[in-house]
């Protein structure tokens, strides 16, 4: 799924996004946060065909991301700025945000920073950090996440649980992405390593999830490997407006294996 590339001026450079679909009776316009080395071209299109069919999608990229100009912020609360100033740069008041992995990090720094901005807010396959109990991600992640490219290998492992149903999802979804022309630079070097900087320089908001007041709903594969379900039941335990959605026999990239299912939730979450 491919639209028009367009660009906004902000205080960070020029960042670039892609929109489709329409809002229907005023809804408000639905942002995304992307992930860990992902651009605004790595969305799945079975993801994002079912999410515009009645509602305006606005995915973009980070400073010194993709097709944006600018640097990597030094830490999240530096890449939920860029957001806000993205928000600013469109004239959006007010907005739906629905953050994947780093960018559901992102949009909790930004859902705490301008709450009476942020109507509704998606995490998907997320944690608040600052957790010390729980299951620990896969010893194998942080090795894997340091390739300098990710092959299929990687992403079967990183995204999708281990089993027939899982690795047949992971590949369907693998040549769907192959498909996808028009493409923005991908993530170099440097800026993949300016993210893992800033995630490791940031805390968390685990002690600030209480102050998360906007309807919020979480979702995840119960068998993540990178970021374990349990991260995500936090948030729906310790934000106060929180729904907890975990998807069987599915790793992180659980929004991908289940589009249809996960948008339907999404639609209902925010048309309520």
Same mark, same amino acid.
């Given at each position: 799924?491919?639209?028009?590339?367009?660009?906004?001026?902000?205080?960070?450079?020029?960042?670039?996004?892609?929109?489709?679909?329409?809002?229907?009776?005023?809804?408000?316009?639905?942002?995304?946060?992307?992930?860990?080395?992902?651009?605004?071209?790595?969305?799945?299109?079975?993801?994002?065909?079912?999410?515009?069919?009645?509602?305006?999608?606005?995915?973009?990229?980070?400073?010194?991301?993709?097709?944006?100009?600018?640097?990597?912020?030094?830490?999240?609360?530096?890449?939920?700025?860029?957001?806000?100033?993205?928000?600013?740069? &469109?004239?959006?008041?007010? =907005? $739906?945000?629905?953050?994947?992995?780093?960018?559901?990090?992102?949009?909790?720094?930004?859902?705490? =920073?301008? /709450?009476?901005?942020?109507?509704?807010?998606?995490?998907?396959?997320?944690?608040?950090?600052?957790?010390?109990?729980?299951?620990?991600?896969?010893?194998?992640?942080?090795?894997?996440?340091?390739? %300098?490219?990710?092959?299929?290998?990687?992403?079967?492992? &990183?995204?999708?649980?281990?089993?027939?149903?899982?690795?047949?999802?992971?590949?369907?979804?693998?040549?769907?992405?192959?498909?996808?022309?028009?493409?923005?630079?991908? *993530?170099?070097?440097?800026?993949?390593?300016?993210?893992?900087?800033?995630?490791?320089?940031? /805390?968390?908001?685990?002690?600030?999830?209480?102050?998360?007041?906007?309807?919020?709903?979480?979702?995840?594969?119960?068998?993540? *490997?990178?970021?374990?379900?349990?991260?995500?039941?936090?948030?729906?335990?310790?934000?106060?407006?929180?729904?907890?959605?975990?998807? /069987? $026999?599915?790793?992180?990239?659980? &929004?991908?294996?289940? %589009?249809?299912?996960?948008?339907?939730?999404?639609?209902?979450?925010?048309?309520?």
């Amino acid at each position: 799924m491919t639209s028009t590339l367009k660009y906004v001026e902000t205080r960070f450079g020029r960042l670039a996004y892609r929109e489709e679909g329409e809002s229907e009776g005023g809804a408000l316009p639905l942002v995304l946060c992307q992930r860990f080395r992902g651009t605004i071209d790595d969305w799945d299109p079975t993801f994002l065909g079912p999410l515009t069919r009645k509602r305006r999608v606005i995915r973009f990229d980070n400073a010194g991301i993709g097709g944006s100009d600018g640097e990597v912020p030094a830490n999240l609360d530096g890449m939920a700025e860029v957001v806000v100033a993205f928000l600013d740069a &469109l004239g959006l008041e007010r =907005a $739906d945000l629905l953050g994947w992995s780093l960018g559901g990090f992102v949009a909790q720094h930004v859902a705490l =920073a301008i /709450p009476d901005r942020i109507r509704r807010l998606v995490i998907a396959g997320s944690g608040p950090g600052g957790a010390s109990e729980g299951p620990d991600p896969h010893p194998k992640v942080r090795e894997v996440m340091a390739h %300098p490219q990710n092959g299929p290998d990687d992403f079967l492992f &990183l995204f999708f649980t281990d089993t027939e149903t899982g690795r047949g999802a992971g590949r369907a979804y693998l040549q769907r992405m192959d498909a996808v022309t028009d493409r923005v630079p991908a *993530v170099t070097g440097p800026s993949f390593m300016g993210q893992m900087k800033a995630i490791g320089s940031s /805390p968390g908001v685990r002690d600030r999830l209480s102050s998360l007041t906007m309807p919020v709903l979480v979702a995840n594969g119960v068998k993540d *490997v990178m970021i374990p379900a349990y991260r995500s039941y936090l948030i729906a335990q310790e934000a106060p407006n929180a729904k907890l959605i975990l998807y /069987p $026999d599915a790793g992180h990239a659980f &929004l991908f294996q289940y %589009p249809e299912d996960f948008v339907g939730e999404v639609n209902r979450f925010l048309d309520a």
